[in-house]
């Protein structure tokens, strides 16, 4: 059951933009992998994406060892000597000691503010925050999205009209004004209540290309085939259909944790997200905007760390999408090319493959939807650059209505 | 056609009424209305309460005050809107009108632009594919997604605004930035202009040059104390202009097409000098409208008149020729009085605004007020525009690359077509109807997201009623903020469904 389609050279086959040297290259490399080999080395082949991974790493490790982290009662310390909420006197006039020729790192690396407390802790716990609340929306968001796709996907009609009018109204309320208006009420309440209910509200894009993927996938032969074997429902949905639309979902929420962490740092610089005593990367800006001109790495370093973690988990994201695109093709290099070409002795005229497709497209919706949210608010819709958009338009009849 | 559209619009209309009720709830759940007054030592405490309670409905419980508030909605359709007042006992409808303003020039501004940027990058990388110049716009669309506007408008604050205030005072550019930007400039255009190694030099060569030596002479003119185009670079650029538009448009080997590009830009040309010291003098909204309007017809006209068999073409290159040279005449005209603005009482030499829409009480002509406008719309815009049009330079290289790989495409090239009609005919057409829908959507949804840019640069506009009304617990300003980007929201969900439906005709809808 692989997503991937066979390697093998099918006379008379061919997908448009590939020749045959590039499929033998393709096949020779994918031949006897597991489809979950095959994602991994393809993933592991995309510069990008594992310079962010690498990147995101050290930041979690960072975040998380420095100052000392507290889930609940559980609570350790950290090999920093400051923590987030102590002042300390302020040494050069909190100016940051950080300085890369010669390379020194001193006692305040990033600085301290007004009352002197040190902004690398500060800087750590806000990212500490910002990266809880992003894997706790991705999960949620995930799980409710993928379910309610599923359902509506699987079992069409009045379910899916129910639940994809649902998914409208919710549509309909830009993220950050129902996250304003949510935060205002449940923020007070800590991080994880507010990363709960943003998740409950950033589902719905992802819910919609869940439906589109179900829609087309439930008219395969082996979901067929497995209803012949009296596999039931739940067995078909989660067995055997989930696990081919796993590319587009893993993708999907790779990029909505991107998203979730821009909504969080705005929401908490709006004042609803994120309160005091407690900090996020979002609150520090907003608390030290005015300073700018006078302490300007009170406002550097919180920017900075926002942008360097939505940025790599946006190329993770764009990793994945490489990755489980059957259709990407690597662009076989200029000189791999002609090697396989003098091998085939052929004289077909070199072509480079495109990339694009479902994923493409889909991932370029959900990063537009992070961004969107600041600068576009509700826009979310499930958008295939390809493809109409199935459930604006009558389904076509099929056969087994 | 009409029962899917009717169908369509009676599901919006219930999905407004669902939206509103569960925004109007969750407004009104999400605090206590009266929490300042319950904490005040006011003597008359007592009766303060009860005249709020009385004055927002506040003795209802809100899962029937929303039918108060939905009541008033209903009285639009006989001409009595009433979106209730605030706790300040403001008329709400007052304020929306005011705030809708500010914040619809905003957003329209800045979408347009971005919509304009993000096709013409988009697609320019999805044809130079793998290309330097894709990889890195592809990059910087990566950093634009995860930039946080917030944290962006404040740099824009700092750098474009008081840092370049500061330069205006003594515009001096340093010896060093000519060379590095013409490096950079000719770089850029080396990545995108294809071709061997050659041409790649030449290209590079002309671009630093061009570059070079246009700085040099904004240096030497004190360009940014006096900005102009003036005649030589309306000429210059009028030509430019009716060769580059022939040439997407209808391609150079049409020559009567060419011919009336250059017509209109002679006609144009012609018209500079009556035009910036003459009939632009007291000229008001209406009449630049007017202008416009009649500028793009008489092009058309011109276009028509040289037509020869296959009249439309030639009048559509014409007519979108005298718009751009009429516009570039215009902006002349606004800069011709820049100075004179800059150097006013009100401005004091700081013209880049950090903060509000508009200088107030600037009593000036019609141009004045178009570059006060376009200096307190400047950050917010650029702001604005990085953010969304990432997401437009994405959508349009992949809708244009799957076309791109489509068998008609081969089939266009296999029968001989060129290049440019290929592409401009037979893939761009396309691929532009996905991003048509995008786009509607996405006007739709604007609004709600310039809360925090108009927040950061002091806008009173919509997000501004809405954050007061969130504080206040105070669901109407809310719900008339939610008002204006929910049924956008709708209507342009609706029009996106249908601009798809009545571009693609794959789609049937019965």
Redesign the interface.
Known sequence: MSTIPPPVEQPGHHE??ITDQENSIEGKEVAGLSQGQIVRKRFFRHKGALAAMVLLSFIILLAFTSVGTQFGSWKTGGWWPYTWNLSVAIENGGRPSLSLFPFTIGSHPFGQDEVGRDIFAVVMRGTQQSLQIMVIVGLVATFIGTVVGAISGYYRGFTDSVLM?FT??I????????G???G??FGVAGVVPLALILGSVLWTGLARLVRGEFLSLREREFVDAARVAGARDRRIIFRHILPNAIGVIIVNSTLLM?SAI?IE??LS??G?GVRAPDTSL?KI??DN?TA??TRPWL?WWP?LF??AI??CV??IG?GLRDAFDPRQRR?PTERNLARAHRAAGSDQPLD?P????DL??A??FV??R????????????T????K??DE???APKRDDE | MATFVVRRLIASIFIFLAATYLMYQLTALSGDPLEDLRTSTAPNKAQLIEARTALLHLDVPPYLRYFIWIAGIGKCFIGQCDLGVTVQNQPVTVLLAQAAGSTLQLVTISNIVAIILGLIIGITTALRQYSGYDYGVTFMAFLFFSLPIFWVAVLLKQFGAIGFNDFLQNPQIAGWIAPVLAVISGLVWMSIVPGKLRRKVITFAIAALATGAVIVYMDASDWFSTPHIGIVGVVITAIGVAFAVTAVSTGLKRRRALYASLTVAAVGIALYFPFMYGFSYGMQLWGFVLLAVLTIGVSFGIGWLWGGPDKLPVARTAAITGFIVAAVIALDRFMYVWNQYATSGQIKGRPIATIGSATPNLDASFWVHGVDLFTHLILPTIALILISFASYTRYSRASLLEVMNQDYIRTARAKGLTERTVVVRHAFRNALIPIATIVAFDIGGLIGGAVITERVFGWVGMGQLFQKGLDHVDPNPVMAFFLVTGSLAIIFNLIADLVYAGLDPRIRVS
């Open positions: 448009p933009g009018r409208d109204v549509i309909t309320i830009p993220v950050i004004v129902i304003a208006v949510l205002r009420k991107a821009l740092t705005a610089y709006l609803y979002g800006i907003s905007q700018f001109a406002f920017g926002i942008i939505a940025l946006n190329f764009d662009m480079t495109t990339d694009g497709g493409d497209s991932a370029a990063s537009s992070g961004a969107g949210m600041q600068a576009g608010g509700s826009g979310a819709r958008f295939y650059a390809d109409p958009r604006d338009r009558p």
